[in-house]
């Protein structure tokens, strides 16, 4: 039985979606694709609060929307301001040198994020046409304050690009209201999918932008190319991805069904269980507390705990972590607790660790994590910690 998967994705996959998957392959441009594909691109309007965004589905994964993003969005001579905070904000900046784009990259300390204050400070040095942020940095676990970093680009006359890949579905992100330009997200995370879309949402400003370029250096991820099959997707232009195109629609009409401030409430109560239940056990976070994400937990591994054994143990005993990821590498395990995970699961996992614990004779009593983690499970919804 493969273990359960809470790397900070994919993420579990349940059977209606995989049933989904599993239908037989029907034509691209047929009946039942093309239906699926509408309804999917409508969702993807609601999950992310948006009347007139445009949404794209392509191929591919979180790493083809955030080239999609920057190549469709940066002008020539304009620079790009990149606020990272880990792992996948400094592969936003390894994009833009691979496409020779002028860009600023500020690096946050890993469990620490920029304060919006220190963004108005250098949108006020110099002049940025796009500023580009990490919603949920998986590699550090840190959350940025989005809804301030896109009144502050505003403010400043800057497009604003958001990365959502480990939050979009699961964490608040109000395109309209905040004035958020492009969020960029992938299938497998918060969403339940299995891997394999790239997704992108571009305002009616960023598509401006883009019709303003003419030619951009990208063909397979030119919106431009993509638009006449988003706005009838029985059209042509490449091959999509169709069993994931059917799994994607069906986990968003599950993400449809709970709706989204119950996505959102279950989404926080299931951050606030693990970090409980993390707690009780005498882990220590990474990530700061002022910048804690619901959707992962980046934990220290205490004084002689491995990461290997850890790992290996813990998936014997049917749970599946990762490992740190560049200089945190073996001082840290990542759990994801996101998308469509149960609490029966998350108190599985925690039932699992203690037995890993006593396996490594680490003095856990039977329980106590699981008390810890009902108890917040239990707790009346509130509004999110983090
Ligand atoms: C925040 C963030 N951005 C981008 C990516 C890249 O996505 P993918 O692995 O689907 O290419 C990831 C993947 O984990 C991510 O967590």
């Known amino acids: 039985m493969d273990p359960l998967l809470l790397i900070p994705g994919p993420s579990p996959v349940v059977p209606r979606i995989l049933a989904a998957l599993g239908r037989p392959t029907v034509s691209h441009v047929g009946g039942g694709m093309v239906e699926d594909t509408r309804q999917a691109l409508d969702h993807l309007k609601r999950i992310v609060f948006t009347r007139d965004g445009q949404p794209f589905l392509m191929a591919g994964a979180g790493t083809l929307a955030m080239e999609v993003a920057l190549l469709n969005l940066a002008r020539p001579g304009e620079r790009i301001l990149i606020l990272s905070q880990g792992y996948f904000g400094d592969r936003m900046g390894e994009i833009c040198r691979a496409y020779e784009l002028e860009h600023d990259l500020v690096q946050s300390p890993w469990g620490a994020v920029t304060a919006p204050a220190d963004l108005a400070r250098r949108l006020a040095e110099?002049?940025?046409?796009?500023?580009?942020?990490?919603?949920?940095?998986?590699?550090?676990?840190?959350?940025?304050?989005?809804?301030?970093?896109?009144?502050?680009?505003?403010?400043?006359?800057?497009?604003?690009?958001?990365?959502?890949?480990c939050?979009?579905?699961?964490?608040?992100?109000?395109?309209?209201?905040?004035?958020?330009?492009?969020?960029l997200t992938a299938a497998q995370k918060c969403f339940g999918a299995p891997p394999g879309l790239a997704i992108d949402v571009f305002s009616p400003a960023a598509m401006s932008r883009r019709k303003s370029?003419?030619?951009?250096?990208?063909?397979?991820a030119d919106v431009l190319r993509w638009l006449p099959v988003m706005t009838d997707p029985g059209r042509y232009f490449s091959t999509p991805s169709v069993n994931e195109h059917r799994a994607f629609a069906e986990a968003t009409r599950i993400i449809m069904e709970e709706g989204m401030d119950n996505r959102f409430r279950r989404q926080a109560r299931l951050g606030r269980a693990a970090r409980a239940g993390l707690a009780a056990l005498g882990f220590e976070l990474f990530t700061g507390a002022d910048c804690l994400a619901d959707t992962l937990s980046v934990v220290?591994?205490?004084?002689?705990?491995?990461?290997?054994?850890?790992?290996?143990?813990?998936?014997?005993?049917?749970?599946?972590?990762?490992?740190?990821?560049?200089?945190?590498?073996?001082?840290?395990f990542r759990m994801g607790h996101m998308g469509n995970l149960t609490d029966a699961q998350l108190e599985f996992a925690f039932e699992a660790l203690e037995?890993?614990?006593?396996?490594?004779?680490?003095?856990?009593?039977?329980?106590?994590?699981?008390?810890?983690?009902?108890?917040a499970l239990d707790e009346p919804a509130a509004g999110s910690e983090a």
Do not use: N
């Not at 919603?135 to 970093?149: F, I, K, L, N, W």
């Open 126 to 165: 110099r002049p940025y046409g796009l500023v580009v942020s990490t919603h949920v940095d998986t590699g550090s676990g840190g959350c940025a304050p989005v809804r301030e970093y896109a009144e502050a680009a505003r403010a400043a006359g800057a497009l604003f690009v958001l990365d959502g890949v």
């Open 167 to 183: 939050a979009t579905g699961g964490i608040e992100e109000r395109m309209d209201d905040w004035g958020i330009d492009v969020i």
């Open 213 to 220: 370029l003419h030619g951009i250096k990208a063909y397979y």
């Open 300 to 332: 220290r591994y205490p004084a002689g705990l491995d990461d290997a054994s850890f790992r290996t143990s813990y998936a014997r005993h049917g749970v599946q972590v990762a490992g740190g990821l560049a200089a945190t590498a073996g001082r840290v």
């Open 355 to 375: 037995a890993v614990l006593t396996e490594f004779g680490r003095g856990v009593e039977t329980g106590m994590s699981l008390r810890a983690v009902r108890a």
